[in-house]
């Protein structure tokens, strides 16, 4: 059974870290591109970063880009999203889903060709 697990999830002040863990199972995660988005409490579910496979070249969206780093450890059939100096407004349950191909499209919204989606991780930012 193919399946993503999200985890690392927690509340974390302003200016904290986290690293959330994608692990698969049924499947070997690193001949596929990878994408993380999340959905805020009354917002549009929206996309966070892609890893592709091969080279890992990864993919931000402008909010991310310095902050968020996504990285791949294949032996682990796992993808990692690291945040720094995180913010009130990235609260959100944050997910993973499994491109139907190894290369990202570039376009970190873009939703389409997701075929598989873990259950979500929660965020909190909050003092």
């Known amino acids: 059974q193919v399946q993503l697990v999200e985890s690392g999830g927690d509340l974390v002040q302003p200016g904290g870290s986290l690293k959330l863990s994608c692990a698969a199972s049924?499947?070997?995660?690193?001949?596929?591109?990878i994408g993380w988005f999340r959905q805020a409490p009354g917002k549009e579910r929206e996309g966070v970063s892609c890893?592709?496979?091969?080279?890992?070249?990864?993919f931000y969206a402008d909010f991310a880009e310095g902050r968020f780093t996504n990285s791949r450890d294949n032996a682990k059939n796992t993808v990692y999203l690291q945040m720094i100096s995180l913010k009130p407004e990235d609260t959100a349950v944050y997910y993973c889903?499994?491109?139907?191909?190894?290369?990202?499209?570039?376009?970190?919204?873009?939703?389409?060709?997701?075929?598989?989606w873990g259950q979500g991780t929660q965020v909190t930012v909050s003092s």
């Open positions: 889903a499994v491109y139907r191909g190894p290369y990202c499209s570039g376009d970190v919204s873009q939703e389409w060709g997701f075929d598989t």
């Open positions: 049924g499947f070997t995660l690193d001949y596929y591109a």
């Open positions: 890893i592709s496979s091969g080279d890992g070249h990864t």
